[in-house]
């Protein structure tokens, strides 16, 4: 079955995280991608230790399905070939930084003057506005000016980020997401345009709920308010590990058994376990200051035993997974996303698939990640090319 | 010019972040979308903290939408949804397995009735296996879905991120990715499509670059305080004043540059330290050294030389300061954060929109209704007469 990008081709000079995986997503629904590379192959090649058979672990994870070009854009005859390859293709990506591509003449205007429906994404650090506009971001740059760092390790020790890399992929969905609704509205009206994300933008977006708790709430307690004031959250600590879990359900029968089991009785009156325990527990307003008291009832139970007498109460248990428990556990084998690819060198890696389950549409994983410069040859043939040509280009140090 | 989904009706059943944010993506795209609710109200409105009377996470989950109470366990009502979802483009619901389909607003049964519906099912960990009926929350997805493993202080547990709402929205991201996909898809095809998604596997998506690391060494990835895995130097440093200051090196130009603003030319020539793997190789050694080093000046000094330089860089601000973000030129200029006027909760800061499209802008971003404001105005629309003492009685809204 045919994927829902099939038949739409994407010219992707993105490097490291961002960009790849938007180029990676929309490859999985059915685009062809081909990826730009500068002679010195992209960046996220070099990301690592780990490296499995030479290629960076980073890197395989967010390139399957793509097809690789080494080209130098900053070359003249580079610039010309890649203005080929954008004639014919359907979307640009980029994340050049604001200002870059038109330096490179290969900006939205300059481009879409041969090619009126090109769908034209550019990924920014912070934004192409601002004194920011033109400096290079990282991840734990943009998550600590987007305030991320807040919501994490302790007050007056050493600062802590979110270990996923939030601003580089959060990011890169919104650029999977503009990109499609460009080629939507594309398809729909017969027009093209240019559309921006930055990782600044979106990591602030995904905040949001937390500006809008702060402009004035009724009341300052809270789970979207407190992140700066409370110290790290393990969970509950177990006999064997840590669990989360919230009770909102269950009648009183159930709440006084739930009580007993756990040698809790005295505070079945206690105000801050009212409502079984909803406000003692998960985000309730009392589960900070009350949960010595349920780690004290789970010192002599495992994890799996946590989660089950809480489920027999019809509230919500899972354990912490670490990612060894959580690739060998049960549900995520149902969810089939672990997929094990090509190796460009021979033998598979294992990764995570796509995500969604389009039922007529399916995502799927078609070839291994590219080496640096695999296509270059095949994609430039297609252009004409023959091999005089590619072999004046690869002396002159424009492809390789 | 009008939103890319100009003219798109989304039914949006959805409930608390995941479903809604998604919708109001697709709001904020220019798709009409109308929020039906049950009389007694959706989870989010006993969510705290509230702003004059309104829970923040029904505010701020539901822009541009408008807003109508159906009882769906009504005949009447049944039907009126019916004649709603007949004239939808979209359908999104995040209920638990099983309980849409007891509405009768299953797949099977609309689809039927509307072979063009774009139909998105979200789940939290999935639609089949043991744990398919068990709610998921935020953290629920955070603790099993090992994203706190690999956050934290060096040596700690790992721990929550405790703004509640990154992987709900990470997913509810995703979600608009699909439809985008699905509604291009239909453009081709004339069909609609079943969409099913869920928490974990997005959860799991977004740590690809991760669980590469795992994948690759068989190892789980240690939580590591500010510091990132597969590149080096890309962490925070304590300086002089005690402060700290993010510095990422993420791309092999940047290296001699860094060394340069530092003042320590000699690093760039050490072999220890060539390469960005040479330097993961030899980390403890590197990073001792720049420890020591950005202690001798203040986080300013090395801030303005390491900008000047183009390394990224910013100063981990140590005290939360809200007014000041909102207010800083980068977040303004670039609409990143936005105040928002409202008829019933007076000017909000909200977040901004995450992509810039140039030819048809999305937004303007519009506050939602409270519950059920729209509802005779949406059903009028529909050539249904909503001005039944019965119903009105119903549209109340929910006083908590």
Redo the contacts between chains.
Sequence with gaps: MPG??DGFTIIDFT???CGP?ASM?LAD?GAEVIKIEPL?GD?AR???????QDE???F???NRNKKSVALDVTTQDGRKIARQLIDRADVVLEDFGPGRAEKLGLG?ADLSQTHETLVYCAIS????????RD???????VQ??A????????????????????A???TG??A???I??????R??KG?G??????M???L?????????????????????????T?P????YKTKDG???F?LRRGSSEDWDRLMLTLGLTDYITDPRFQGFGREAT??G?YAPEVKPIWERAFQQLTNAEVVKLV?EFHG?????????T??AH??????D?LKDVDHPAGES????GP???????PAEIKSPPPTLGQHTDEVLSGLGMNATDLQRLRTARVIS | MPG??DGIRVFDLSIA?VGPWASK?LGE?GADVIKVESPGGELSHV???????TA??Y???NFNKRNIVLDLKEEGDRAIALKLVEKSDVFVQNMRPGAVERLGLGYDVVSQLNPRLVYVSASA??R?????K????D??V????????????PG???????????LD??TS??I???V??????R???G?G??????M???A??????????????GE??Q??????A??VP???F?CEDQE?L???????D?WPRFCRAIGQETLCDDPRFA???KR??NRSALVALLEDHFKTKPTRWWSLRL?QA?????????T?N?QT??AD??????Q??VDLETPH????????????????PAGPIRPGGLQGEQTEEVLREFGIAAETPERNGRDKRLES
């Design positions: 829902a990008l490097q490291g995280l995986f997503r629904a010195g960046t070099t990301m690592g230790p780990p490296f499995i960076s672990a980073v395989l994870s967010l939205y650090a912070f934004g192409e506005e601002g004194p920011l400096q290079p971001g990282a991840e734990l740059v600590a000016m305030d991320y760092t807040h919501s994490l390790g302790k007050i007056g020790e050493a600062p802590v980020r979110l270990g996923t890399d939030v580089s992929l959060n969905i919104m999977s997401q503009a499609t609704a460009g080629l939507f509205h398809v729909r027009e345009q240019r559309v921006t994300v930055s600044l933008g979106t602030l977006h995904m905040r949001g709920i937390m500006w809008t708790s702060m402009t004035d709430p009724d009341e300052w307690y809270g789970f979207h308010l407190d992140h700066y409370r790290p959250d393990e969970g840590h669990v989360y919230g998960s985000i307003r489920h919500d248990a899972v354990p912490f997974n670490d990612y060894p959580l690739c049960p549900q995520v084998a149902e969810l996303i890696f294992r990764t995570i995500v969604w389950n389009l039922a007529d549409t | 890319i989904l972040a993506l795209l969510i705290p903290p509230p702003i004059k009377g923040v996470l505010i701020s989950a960990y999935g089949t296996g043991a744990m398919a068990e709610a998921g929350i953290p629920t955070q603790a099993f879905g090992g994203w706190c493993s690999i956050t934290g202080a700690s547990q790992g721990e929550m991120f405790r703004h509640l709402a990154h929205i990470t991201t995703m608009v990715e699909a985008l996909q699905a509604l291009l898809a453009e081709r095809s069909k499509q079943h969409i099913e998604i869920d974990i596997s997005a799991m998506s977004l740590q690809t670059s991760r669980l590469a690391e795992y994948f690759a060494t789980q990835p939580p590591m305080g500010s510091a990132a597969t590149t890309h962490q925070a304590v700290y993010a510095v990422g090196v993420v791309s092999e940047q390469t960005n793997p993961v190789e900008t183009g390394v990224p860089n910013t100063r981990v601000e140590r939360v809200f973000l909102r030129p980068q977040v303004t200029r670039n990143h954060i909760w007076g000017t909000l800061s909200v977040d901004g929109l995450p992509w810039k499209f140039e030819k048809n």
